[in-house]
């Protein structure tokens, strides 16, 4: 068999997503990555050609959406009296992201 999944693009991938890892870490990485994508080579042998595509596992699930009507909304004056902190008509929110 072929191997799918080495060192180095487990190192790449982890530079990517700038992951730092121990030696033993890595090392258990490497095998559960190549367990699963043997799990996943396995699965390619099924037959599935009598099995019809879908698009949910159940038939039954329906993506149930509300009509898009026109509410009565709270006054944008109102809802800003009740901020914490508010500028230029805007709610002030602390910042999410840190650089």
Not at 18 to 23: A, D, K, P, S
Not at 29 to 43: D, P, T, W
Not at 75 to 98: A, C, N, Q, T, W
Request: net charge negative.
């Amino acid at each position: 068999m072929e191997e799918v999944f080495s060192r180095d693009l487990l190192l790449r991938l982890m530079a990517l997503a700038q992951i730092r890892c121990t030696e033993r870490e890595l090392e258990r990485l490497i095998g559960n990555m190549r367990a699963f994508l043997s799990y996943v080579e396995r699965l390619d042998e099924v037959d599935l050609s009598d099995v019809p595509p879908c698009h949910h596992v159940l038939e039954c699930v329906v993506n149930a959406m509300r009509g898009d009507e026109p509410h009565n909304f709270l006054d944008s004056k109102l809802f800003l009296e009740g901020s914490p902190s508010h500028v230029g008509g805007m709610v002030r929110v602390p910042p999410v992201i840190k650089f």
